[in-house]
């Protein structure tokens, strides 16, 4: 350091690569009158430059405070160096050509919708990005779903095959410009290009598809084809939509049909913003996230169909429940799309949902949609930009004062945590495999960990393979080999079985971690507001591997990173029929309500819930109930939620999960008040719920087949949960709170519990950019594994 003038190194990490951070710092350096350089390396983005000390202190600070929109700061170090000679001096800034480093600080940035300047492009006739469905710049397009390796470099992605054309050559060189390094840039001289194939007749091989139209005519035609009502798939960023128009009954019938889907929600994509105020209602924070360049399908209420809109969507997308699954478009393409059946006089909602049959992963292929749709859709969009890694569309919601992701995908996913656990890291490179349902799988490094996006249910062979494919990429993407892995403690969860065959193949020394289900959800929540002390732990969920063998699921434990002890939990009833009685949960009520009458007094009731059962069924699931052998017990909050909406005539069979806690949440909704209902609590917390199934209380369900009833006793019954969970905290008011597991989900519940715990000046924690659902059990599993060596 000379005369105030000084040379530093600074080193930054976080999301610096594919969002623009080059040429930004480029630009500031330039407008500083800074000289030096700045590159890109695996370590994360690295700057040498020098300058006035004044100069220089400005320089660091808007670095941060002007960062890229898409970019995440985790760590800026700053390091003193000697002061270049004048014959080594660099005449000004310059950016150097990215380096690989065997190093796994960088974070991957998710896929982004499109910017505000490149939806300009498309629907600028002077613009050479005119109409092409591929634009984007550094400021937006996708990042994970065309990763092959890091650093983000063209050469690692999918764009490698695409040479780039004189002008986007020019543009991607040019530190001033936008798309400089914009590693998927293309246009329609260079890039991909959109397919349209005819699929209405059943094919052996995507390759016999008929073509029919491609560039900007097939998206005309697509558009016609939406306009007459058919059904079509749509390839996207992350994999390929089944769309058809949400105001044709007719077609979204069809679509049921097609994905044996015969009353889940389906979700929306609408054209803008004005249209979305027209088919739902929500608060500003919900608009907001709408708005996010993340795009996800936001959950809102679903406006009154009396409202005089011009939009008239169908009643059949979601069914008996108060919200609407909505996102706005996100890609070149979707934009285009909209912009053709505008001119056809068309919708301006379409049913957007992911191209799979029931239980199987999202297609990324033609050949994947050929083979399980041909013969049933009308026609394929396809493009040639390789999907390499598979995205589904985020799902989130508002609840308890916050937005809270439901299914982490495309826009949020990969998550990563710089820096937080570190600490505690052996630097061994740790999978951590996650549960069985809602699938996706951690990666700790010695700097960071990171979660990938949901994967689905691990219930079939193709999702099976997408979940190993996922392993194996992320593995790879940092060119790392697992040292340590840590799985469920169930040991029929084919993650579970993966973990133990691959950690043998491998001959890993570290032991193979396991958790206990419901441990990994407190521990999850833990993870992510970075909590290390004890916590007190609410996991109410559906199911997961007790320590005694039998299902658990309404679990209190006081936590830490390292163990947990159960300190309470809901009383057991038996599963009549074991999985069975999840379908059909009638069958649940049924062994609760044996818990407290004769099989002589619960005939007798007369309740609805049991008025298609016969004498022969009654007495041979009672027989079920009493051998015990194909009636495992379970202490799950999860399937008690279902026993009370079969109570209530909510639900008779179940046709997609959580459909009863969702029936519920509507039917409290509408309460106009609420029937005093209460748990017993003993003094080892043992949760009873044998109070809420009164001879009383059953006798007016019985008699009274109102909806005042019915919403009266559900809201009622979530108000009693939110307090059984407030009643045990205050014996632990020194803890944070954590709330785990799918139950909490439910808004009514959650925003109960939140005002509660704020009237008694509780500490309360709840997944926000991590689900509460199973989809967080791998970053769990990964708190766990990061704090094992100061066990």
Excluded at 537 to 565: A, I, K, M, N, R
Aim: with cysteine.
């Amino acid at each position: 350091m000379t005369d105030n003038i000084a040379r530093q190194y600074i080193h930054i990490t976080g999301i610096v690569q594919g969002v623009g951070f080059r040429p930004f710092v480029y630009q500031l350096a330039i407008q500083h009158a800074l000289v030096g350089s700045v590159i890109n390396d695996s370590e994360g983005v690295k700057i040498d430059v020098q300058g006035s000390l004044s100069t220089l202190a400005s320089f660091s600070a808007q670095l941060v405070e002007q960062a890229p929109t898409l970019s995440r700061i985790d760590d800026v170090t700053i390091t003193e160096r000697p002061l270049w000679s004048e014959l080594e001096k660099p005449i000004s800034f310059g950016i150097e050509q990215s380096q690989l480093r065997d190093s796994t600080t960088v974070c991957i940035s998710p896929d982004q919708g499109l910017c505000d300047a490149c939806k300009r492009d498309i629907s600028n006739a002077d613009s050479r990005y005119f109409q092409y469905p591929f634009t984007n710049c550094t400021h937006c397009g996708p990042r994970y779903s065309i990763i092959k390796a890091l650093p983000y470099d063209r050469t690692a992605t999918s764009m490698q095959d695409f040479a780039l054309c004189p002008d986007c050559a020019k543009a991607y060189k040019n530190p001033l410009d936008r798309r400089y390094h914009a590693q998927p840039i293309s246009c329609d001289c260079c890039g991909p290009w959109v397919t349209l194939y005819d699929a209405k007749l059943r094919v052996k091989s995507c390759a016999e598809l008929p073509l029919i139209a491609t560039k900007h005519t097939a998206i005309e035609q697509l558009a016609q084809k939406i306009k007459n009502g058919d059904i079509v798939a749509i390839k996207g960023i992350g994999g390929f939509h089944l769309a058809c128009d949400a105001t044709n009954p007719q077609a979204v019938a069809n679509l049921r049909l097609l994905k044996h889907r015969p009353s889940k929600p389906l979700a929306i994509m609408v054209s803008d913003f004005d249209i979305a105020k027209e088919v739902v209602e929500g608060c500003d924070v919900e608009w907001q996230a709408l708005e996010l360049q993340a795009r996800p399908i936001v959950l809102m209420r679903k406006r009154d169909a009396q409202c005089g809109q011009d939009v008239k969507l169908t009643d059949d997308l979601a069914p008996n429940v108060p919200y609407l699954g909505v996102m706005l478009p996100y890609t070149p393409l979707h934009y285009l799309l909209f912009a053709e059946l505008e001119k056809l006089g068309a919708t301006s909602a379409l049913v957007m949902t992911s191209a799979n049959l029931s239980g199987m992963p999202i297609a990324t292929e033609l050949a994947q949609v050929s083979a399980q749709f041909s013969g049933c859709i009308s026609a394929i969009l396809d493009h040639n930009r390789p999907i390499v890694s598979a995205c589904d569309d985020s799902l989130v919601h508002y609840a308890g004062g916050k937005i809270r992701v439901l299914r982490m995908a495309r826009g949020y996913a990969p998550v990563s945590h710089f820096g937080i656990g570190s600490e505690q890291n052996t630097g061994n490179i740790t999978v951590a495999l996650g549960a069985e349902q809602k699938s996706t799988i951690g990666l700790a490094l010695p700097k960071q960990w990171l979660l990938s996006p949901y994967i689905g249910d691990l219930d079939d062979l193709d999702t099976e393979q997408r979940y190993q494919d996922t392993f194996h990429h992320l593995v790879a993407l940092y060119h790392v080999k697992p040292q340590q892995l840590v799985c469920d403690k169930h040991p029929g969860y084919h993650s579970s079985q993966f973990a133990q065959t691959y950690h043998a193949k491998a001959n890993l020394t570290a032991p193979l971690l396991k958790v206990q289900h419901h441990h990994a959800h407190v521990l999850a929540v833990m993870a992510e507001h970075h909590l290390t002390e004890q916590v007190l732990g609410f996991t109410f969920d559906g199911t997961g591997w007790g320590d005694d063998q039998t299902v658990w699921g309404g679990e209190v434990l006081l936590s830490t990173p390292h163990s947990y002890q159960r300190v309470g939990h809901l009383r057991q009833f038996r599963l009549i029929g074991g999985e069975k009685a999840i379908k059909e949960p009638a069958r649940l009520l049924f062994a609760i309500l044996l818990e407290c009458y004769s099989l002589a007094d619960i005939k007798a009731m007369q309740l609805p819930a049991f008025s298609a059962w016969s004498e022969f069924y009654f007495n041979n699931l009672y027989l079920l109930w009493q051998s015990g052998s194909q009636s495992p017990y379970t202490s799950s909050m999860g399937r008690l939620i279902d026993a009370w909406a079969s109570l209530l005539g909510l639900v008779d069979r179940v046709g997609y999960e959580g459909e009863c806690g969702l029936q519920l949440e509507h039917a409290a909704m509408y309460a106009c008040s609420e029937s005093a209902l209460s748990f017993d609590i003993s003094k080892t917390n043992l949760i009873d719920w044998q109070p809420l199934f009164s001879a009383q209380l059953l006798q007016r369900i019985a008699t009274d087949n109102s909806d005042t009833l019915r919403h009266e006793l559900a809201l009622g019954f979530i108000t009693a949960i939110a307090n059984v969970i407030i009643d045990i905290a205050r014996d632990y008011s020194h803890l944070p709170i954590a709330l785990g597991g799918g139950v909490f989900q439910n808004r009514v519940l959650v925003d109960k519990v939140f005002a509660l715990a704020k009237q008694q000046d509780l500490s309360l924690f709840c997944g926000e950019m991590l689900p509460a659902n199973d989809a967080s059990i791998a970053a769990g599993q990964l708190w766990y594994a990061i704090f094992q060596h100061n066990n």
